[in-house]
């Protein structure tokens, strides 16, 4: 049938990558930074210290037009000039700070600067305007608008509110990683001194036992000087006895 779709047809599941992956190699980066460095060394020297030879060169700085089409697609693009982007219909801001409430077309319900208190205040309402926009909503269902606006807004505050507080999340999770680290740290001190107190028990119950063992020795080395100088004190009486006894029977 007209409508049936062959059946050696393949489906992905996810789209191919593009095919520009294919040239970020090893060889091609080598090459771009040779290219990169060629092109730095035939700036002219200038007195400006911002003229740095380690920066990066861009896309501004290095024209696309004069590299290789395999080279091309290795050089990042360049920020946009008006500082915002598009990504899947939202428009994004490329700097870091955030910007406020009004800046947005928002009502700020909380007074500046805000305490943690403040966001008590407005979970709660949170809380008391979702129960009144159900009450609406199986009352009255087409007065739904302005109850919806005010949870936008309360939402949309409680947010902001708690990336204002991202900072003060960060040095306290710093704060706790430092301790994390100087509590390992005295652990790691405490289990290298009980080991060290270990070592030196156990070398001072060798010194004891060496101490012992030579004492040992040299009592036992005295009782057998003590024995060979008997023994040898034996043997020359003996010796002088015989001769003696020759002595006695060779002379009348």
Do not use: C
Not at 82 to 101: C, M, Q, R, W
Request: aromatic share 6%; charged share 25%; hydrophobic share 30%.
């Amino acid at each position: 049938m007209a409508g049936q779709q062959p059946t050696g047809a393949v489906s992905a599941a996810f789209p191919a990558p593009p095919p520009f992956y294919k040239h970020f190699t090893e060889q091609n980066l080598a090459r771009l930074k040779e290219l990169q460095e060629s092109q730095l060394g035939s700036e002219p020297a200038t007195d400006d210290p911002s003229n740095n030879s380690t920066k990066v060169p861009s896309a501004s700085a290095h024209p696309l037009t004069d590299l290789p089409p395999e080279l091309r697609y290795l050089i990042p693009p360049s920020p946009p000039p008006s500082g915002e982007y598009k990504s899947f219909g939202d428009h994004y801001n490329i700097s870091a700070t955030v910007p406020s409430l009004s800046a947005q077309g928002i009502p700020q319900l909380y007074p500046s600067p805000p305490t943690p208190l403040h966001l008590r205040h407005i979970t709660r309402s949170l809380l008391l305007n979702f129960l009144e926009f159900t009450h609406i909503l199986a009352t009255n269902p087409a007065d739904y608008g302005a109850k919806w606006d005010d949870l936008r807004d309360l939402f949309l505050n409680a947010h902001h509110l708690i990336n204002e507080y991202r900072p003060h999340q960060a040095r306290e999770s710093l704060i706790l990683l430092m301790e994390e680290q100087v509590r390992r740290g005295r652990e790691e001190v405490r289990g290298v001194r009980e080991v060290k107190a270990k070592v030196e028990g156990i070398l001072e119950g060798l010194e004891d036992t060496g101490k012992e063992g030579l004492g040992e020795l040299e009592r036992v080395g005295h009782e057998g000087r003590k024995t060979m100088e008997e023994i040898r004190g034996e043997r020359r009486r003996g010796e002088e006895r015989t001769v003696w006894e020759i002595i006695n029977r060779n002379v009348p």
